[in-house]
């Protein structure tokens, strides 16, 4: 089932509110605050030089080299495109993560297994992990990582979550059967850019653009991209923000369910009963995020700020 979060039409729909605290993503709530645009990036064609130009800042940011990097729609767009330009029949996506790796295979023909132990990823042709995970925030080191990579045809990493943890990353030291999948707009909380990045072998890279078609990222996003990736200041303020505000709503939470797990942008609970748990928190306005797939996990974005952290506190203690 290709379930996610972020549909706050439906909780209108359900609960009749309009001031909703989304909290069903892993969006950061804390946007870079982006400037007016060029009317280049408005009204003209995005150029080559204009995606050059992001490419040498995210390859910068990431650590890797610039013909290594391609810029798409978003990193669902790679992970869409990626089945049909790595050859092979037999992929296994470590499990339970975001369910979009799986599905895109399987609707590009592969046999998918998603198996639980990273050992059971080997003998894959195309084997995808995400680090860290989505939704428990399980890690593994580049070192474990390579591993995992040396017993699989082609590994995918989907580092949609590893920019507050560049010790994680694999962008700068990747095997040359490891593609490396970053998202723009989870950390920068820009989502509505669609913006994202693949890290792989060049040779790989011309078939995934190849794929992806002229101009496969808009203007908007390259111009705004290129500023926020090279904006050093925001990102270490951003990731104290971020280490401080999970732990400050795991204060919050844990007074009444046990953490998990996660990440520095989201935090996923166990809880009696997941959905009687979405229900109080949507009762006061809270969007979050549930699985069909497990009865008592509930995951929580980072709120932005205090008022929305109080609201959160308020939701356990609200009558009825």
Not at 39 to 57: G, Q
Not at 156 to 163: L, N, R
Not at 304 to 315: H, I, L, N, T, Y
Request: charged share 20%.
């Amino acid at each position: 089932m290709r379930d996610h979060g972020g549909d706050i039409d439906k909780a209108a729909g359900l609960f009749g509110r309009a001031d909703w605290i989304d909290l069903s993503t892993g969006i950061n709530r804390r946007p870079w605050q982006a400037g007016p645009l060029s009317a280049h990036a408005l009204t003209a064609l995005p150029t080559a030089a204009d995606t050059a130009r992001l490419s040498a800042v995210a390859a910068a940011r990431f650590g890797c080299p610039q013909d290594q990097v391609l810029p798409l729609a978003g990193a669902s767009a790679a992970i869409q495109l990626l089945p049909h330009v790595i050859g092979g029949r037999r992929a296994a996506v470590l499990s339970p993560t975001y369910n979009e790796h799986a599905a895109s295979l399987r609707a590009a023909g592969w046999e998918v297994a998603e198996p639980a132990d990273p050992t059971a990823l080997a003998g894959a042709d195309l084997a995808v992990i995400v680090n860290p995970n989505n939704p428990d925030g399980r890690e593994f080191t580049p070192a474990r990582v390579a591993a995992l990579a040396a017993t699989v045809g082609h590994l995918v990493v989907d580092e949609s979550f590893t920019d507050p943890r560049p010790d994680l990353s694999m962008a700068g030291t990747r095997p040359e059967n490891v593609t490396v999948l970053r998202s723009f707009g989870k950390f920068w909380g820009l989502a509505g850019l669609r913006l994202g990045f693949a890290i792989a072998a060049p040779g790989l890279l011309a078939r995934l653009a190849e794929r992806a078609g002229p101009w496969a990222v808009g203007g908007p996003a390259l111009e705004i991209g290129t500023q926020a990736l090279a904006d050093a200041q925001w990102i270490d303020d951003t990731v104290v923000w971020l280490s401080e505000a999970a732990l400050h709503l795991d204060q919050i939470v844990t007074l009444h369910w046990p953490l998990v797990g996660g990440t520095h942008l989201f935090r996923l609970y166990d809880t009696p009963d997941a959905q009687a748990a979405h229900e109080l928190l949507a009762r006061a306005g809270i969007w979050s995020r549930i699985f069909p797939w497990h009865p008592r996990w509930i995951r929580l974005g980072i709120p932005g700020s205090r008022e929305e952290f109080d609201r959160v506190a308020g939701a356990f203690t609200a009558p009825g």
